[in-house]
């Protein structure tokens, strides 16, 4: 990180916080300043919170954080800063801690002495957290004395006291979730754990802790990474196999911005980019993304006719140039202006000419620095290219054998009558037995069916072009009628529930588990657009006499039981296990898993993009050892497994 953007700054006191309006408008809508009251919004009282100590830590007087989760889901965040100012704020005669605990935008932020660099743009943290906790208490060391105030629901409820004495500085905030506002109060160790993780990441040498000390749930981690986001690539590469040794780091800054890249090409086929605006991840991309990825993309085309290894005729996409890359892209901006509430976008535009410049220069002159690594990376993108072309050709031969058809569908799905998609469904089936009596128990109406035989393709593992020539994918391809990849278009799509129809045991959940990589890597819209379900089969049945009831996992099995047991306690039944779908004659699945008055189905969900594609890349990818640990570390939590 500069060393300019990191010295100290000018004194911290009162008479930088500036007083920009009130907090009347927070409890009445949480969701404009969290997000939503979800258990999203739970944790986004968190992050606010580190966000500020990790503006301390950007101004160069932070380098220690600790996040603790207390028993009761209560949660403390203590850092090494400065202490928030206690001073009189001269605009409203208050002190200055209870300012920013009690006005919204108020905070360091906006008199540009404070900051020069924040990801905290708006200034609402402190006072929001505040304003949606049941109580909070902070306590700030100042190198002399230990101050403490309390609040409850916004409002002071013990004003600044002195509570000892000490020479250490920095800020402790207590506080608890109001039940009034949330939906769940109970805080998920793992994903604040991945945020925490990312701050360390992009702010090399700052040392992160977070520790749960709920009774039975006791862990530690320490995160601390001197490497910074040349760390953060390798960890996101940790499951991959890079095609070369070492990651490419990139830096330069002008005026009082920074950006750094750091990139590593592995032998998968799909792109890892991660982009960050002062430590805010920008999930929707923006300036400093765009100008990376054209500069990316004209070193190599440039780098590859230079050397030979493209025709002066030849030209390499942008897709081309990103497959099998994860690169980090990090800046930091004194003006930070992000597109949208939620801040996923950066809009500066002198970003992308500073990124587009540093990286067309280092890259270039690494690549000709290094021949070695240089001739493998554009191997790979000519490779990527070669197979581009090949999946346009199956693409094209596909579409002309649909023409030449008497029905462009496939041979196998059972249509539906209307066609209206925002009105269907189609549920794509394990095997043609239960295909079969799902075709007779269907409402044809509106539901369309599609029955899959044998195992398909692990998409982790193939190109674009082995997908299309796939017989077991085609036919989902041909029937959703939206294409796959860059060309996937949901206006075209078919059906608006995509219902995926397996047995409940292990190899129903391996082809639960290849259709969804399927979709995540060939179709991502589809789930992101909430259009993609599990269909939920029973687990059992209950027979009492001439009635049955259906229970769907061991705790509905033995609800059932204790109420017929409560009801008649000599009454006399039988619990069977549903072996497959298959085996329940048309009725049955109709009745349990397809009538919408009755089926219970679970739809997929895609909160995280980066995560999921760690997940499926260990998972489903070639590495066998990082997968062996996962499921050592996870069997524990596996219920109704079937083996």
């Known amino acids: 990180m500069s060393e300019e953007l990191l010295k100290p700054q000018q004194e911290y006191d009162a008479s930088q916080i500036q007083v920009l309006e009130g907090l009347e408008a927070v409890r009445k809508r949480p969701g404009m300043y969290i997000g939503s009251t979800s258990v999203n919004g739970l944790h986004h009282l968190v992050y606010e919170i580190v966000d500020n100590a990790i503006d301390e830590a950007l101004a160069g007087y932070c380098d220690h954080i600790t996040v603790r989760i207390l028993p009761g889901d209560i949660i403390s965040v203590r850092d090494n800063g400065r202490g928030i100012p206690t001073g009189i704020q001269s605009q409203t005669g208050k002190s200055a801690l209870e300012v920013v605990f009690t006005v919204l935008h108020a905070g360091g932020k906006f008199g540009g002495g404070g900051y020069k660099v924040s990801g905290g743009l708006h200034g609402v943290g402190a006072s929001?957290?505040?304003?949606?906790?049941?109580?909070?208490?902070?306590?700030?060391?100042?190198?002399?004395?230990?101050?403490?105030?309390?609040?409850?629901?916004?409002?002071?409820?013990?004003p600044i006291t002195t509570i000892g004495t000490t020479e250490k500085t920095g800020s402790e905030i207590v506080f608890k979730a109001d039940g009034e506002i949330f939906e769940t109060l109970i805080y998920d160790y793992e994903v604040l754990e991945k945020r925490l993780r990312e701050?360390?990441?992009?702010?090399?040498?700052?040392?992160?802790?977070?520790?749960?000390?709920?009774?039975?749930?006791?862990?530690?981690?320490?995160?601390?990474?001197?490497?910074?986001?040349?760390?953060?690539?390798?960890?996101r590469n940790r499951n991959k196999t890079p095609i070369h040794e070492n990651v490419i780091y990139i830096s330069g800054q002008r005026d009082d911005a920074l950006a750094e890249v750091a990139m590593q090409y592995n032998d998968g086929y799909t792109e890892d980019i991660l982009s960050f605006a002062n430590d805010i991840h920008t999930t929707e991309g923006g300036t400093h993304e765009t100008g990376f990825k054209s500069a990316l993309t004209k070193v190599l085309n440039d780098y590859g006719k230079s050397k030979g290894h493209l025709k002066a005729d030849e030209t390499l996409s942008g897709e081309d140039t990103r497959e099998g890359l994860t690169a980090i892209i990090s800046v930091k901006l004194t003006e930070a202006q992000f597109e949208g509430q939620t801040k996923t976008k950066l809009g500066n535009s002198e970003i992308r000419s500073l990124v587009e410049s540093i990286v067309?220069?280092?890259?270039?002159?690494?690549?000709?620095?290094?021949?070695?690594?240089?001739k493998i990376i554009i191997e790979k993108a000519i490779n990527a290219s070669r197979a581009r072309e090949a999946a346009r050709r199956?693409?094209?031969?596909?579409?002309?054998?649909?023409?030449?058809?008497?029905?462009?569908?496939?041979?196998?799905?059972?249509?539906?009558?209307?066609?209206?998609?925002?009105?269907?469904e189609i549920y794509i089936v394990e095997g043609d037995s239960a295909g079969g009596s799902a075709k007779t128990g269907r409402d044809s109406r509106f539901q369309a069916i599609l029955p899959l035989w044998g195992k398909m393709l692990n998409v982790e593992k193939a190109r674009a072009d082995k997908v299309?020539?796939?017989d077991k994918l085609q036919p989902v391809i041909t029937a959703l009628g939206a294409g796959i990849g860059s060309e996937f278009d949901l206006t075209k799509l078919r059906y608006h529930k995509v219902i995926i129809m397996a047995d409940a045991d292990v190899d129903g959940s391996h082809i639960r588990t290849l259709m969804l990589t399927f979709f995540f890597r060939c179709m991502r819209p589809l789930i992101e657009g909430g259009y993609v379900y599990f269909a939920n089969p029973p687990l059992f049945n209950i027979t009492r006499g001439k009635k049955t009831v259906y229970a769907y996992d061991e705790a509905d099995r033995d609800r059932i039981i204790a109420e017929i047991r409560q009801q008649e306690p000599n009454a006399k039944f039988v619990v069977g296990r549903n072996k497959g779908l298959g085996e329940m004659n048309p009725e049955e699945l109709w009745e349990t898993t397809m009538n919408p008055e009755t089926r219970i189905m679970n739809r997929v969900t895609l909160e995280d993009a980066a995560e999921a594609d760690m997940i499926f890349t260990l998972l489903m990818g070639e590495k066998v050892e990082p997968r062996r640990e996962f499921i050592e570390r996870n069997a524990k939590y596996v219920v109704n497994l079937d083996i």
């Open 128 to 158: 929001v957290v505040n304003a949606l906790s049941g109580w909070l208490e902070v306590r700030v060391c100042d190198g002399k004395h230990i101050q403490e105030m309390k609040f409850a629901r916004g409002q002071v409820t013990q």
């Open 199 to 235: 701050q360390a990441f992009l702010n090399a040498g700052v040392h992160i802790e977070l520790r749960d000390e709920r009774p039975g749930e006791e862990r530690t981690e320490n995160m601390c990474y001197e490497g910074g986001i040349r760390s953060f690539v390798e960890y």
């Open 360 to 374: 067309k220069d280092s890259l270039s002159t690494f690549l000709e620095e290094n021949p070695s690594v240089g």
């Open 394 to 424: 199956a693409r094209d031969l596909t579409r002309r054998k649909n023409v030449l058809e008497s029905s462009s569908l496939p041979g196998k799905l059972a249509d539906c009558n209307e066609k209206d998609p925002s009105l269907t």
């Open 468 to 470: 299309y020539g796939n």
